[in-house]
Structures are given as C-alpha cells and as structure tokens.
C-alpha cells in the first residue's frame, strides 16, 4: 500500500504545469502531501507545489493546528492557499455549487471540495491529490466495519475476522454486535438498502440555505 501511494505521488510530480495537493489535517492526505513532499526532494523537483487547505471560522472544531504541523515537516518548495466558507457565501454559491454537484450527496462537506476545487482552477491547477479513500481502507469511521467483515468471509478469513471484532471497542463502538449488523445490512439488495436509507433520510428535517444562514449562530451546517 505505502509503495502504492509512492508511486502516484511520485508520478504526480512529473505532471506537466503546477501540482496541487488538498491538506485537511487528517492522516489520509497529511500522508499523500509529505509522501509528494519526499519524493520531489529525492527527485530534485524545484517547481513550487500548491497546497490547498479549508478552514471554516465557524466550525466546531479547528483542524489548523493538524495542518499547519504537516506545512512545517514540508522542505520542498511549496505555497498554501488557504480556503474558508461561511453560511453567507454558500448561499451565494449555491446553484453554481449544486450545478457542479450533480447528483444528490448528503455531507456539506462537498462544499468545501467545490471551494478548493474553484481556488486550484485560478491558481492554474489542473490535477489535485487528496486522501479521499483512506477512510474506506483504513477504517477511518465505523460504518466501514461491515463492509470488511463481508470482504473477510469471502475470502475465509475467519481469524482476521475475530481480531476485527476485538478492535471493535477501540473504534469507539459498544455494540459488540455492531460488525454482524453492518455486515448483514451490506449483504442485502441494493434496492433494500436504498429504502432504509431513503427512510432514514425522511426522518431528518429539511432546510434551505436562507434557513442555514438564519441558524448560523447555534448550528451553522445542517445535520448529516
């Protein structure tokens, strides 16, 4: 996986005109942009790269700190583009926004990728790296466990599925039960599946973007 991971950053480095790579702190695309880091100084590279970070002054939490650690292990020659949102101008961007969407996508933080996206393409950026997908192979969240128990039955690996099941706990996850469950939920028919979630979803109030901007002082996203 690591020698994978090289060799793309490595690859990207030889792309014609200015690389970019996205930095939101976590450890998926802090590994991609110090990997890229590495390879341009064992490879003499001297062109300077664009990283691109997001910030929301609104935000729970503030994930700078993380970033700012990965910008100060950088050596090779580099310029950060910081990026920020509000609730304001989301509702300016909105059908801009949903027009590049396309499909429905029920996180806001696809938002903040339509952000970067629009920043890199004015800096003259044609190709970013980031760590989408190390969530999924990596277990970056929990509903990721069911998937890997189906991928471990069907390859018969029943001890590596035991020792899943005791790093459960550590995940943050009490339900012991947890990993059958999201296992048997994956295993069902698409159009099944798509009907709990289409049900769950029905739960969850609506809003739109005026309604995100007025609630911005208690919760300035909507729920996921």
């Known amino acids: 996986m690591l020698d994978s991971i090289t060799r793309l950053a490595r690859a990207h480095n030889t792309e014609a005109g200015p690389g970019g790579k996205l930095l939101s702190g976590g450890l998926d695309s802090s590994t991609v942009a110090l990997l890229a880091d590495r390879s341009r100084l064992a490879g003499g590279v001297s062109s300077k790269l664009h990283l691109f970070a997001y910030h929301d002054a609104l935000a729970e939490q503030d994930e700078r700190v993380y970033q700012r650690a990965v910008l100060e292990a950088m050596q090779s020659p580099h310029e950060i583009h910081w990026v920020s949102g509000s609730p304001e101008r989301l509702l300016a961007d909105f059908e801009h926004y949903v027009h590049h969407q396309e499909e429905p996508y029920a996180d806001i933080s696809s938002y903040a990728e339509y952000s970067i996206a629009r920043e890199a393409s004015q800096q003259g950026v044609k190709v970013l790296l980031n760590g989408l997908g190390g969530d999924e192979v990596f277990l970056g969240y929990p509903s990721f466990i069911g998937p890997l128990v189906l991928d471990l039955i069907a390859a018969g690996r029943a001890a590596d599925i035991l020792g899943l099941l005791r790093l459960t706990p550590k995940l943050g996850v009490n339900n ?49």
Do not use: F, K, M
């Open 176 to 224: 012991p039960l947890y990993p059958v469950l999201g296992a048997a939920y994956h295993a069902l028919p698409g159009h099944l599946r798509n009907a709990l979630a289409a049900g769950r979803a029905a739960e969850i109030p609506t809003q739109g973007p005026g309604e995100w901007c007025a609630r911005r002082d208690s919760n300035p996203w909507p729920p996921d």
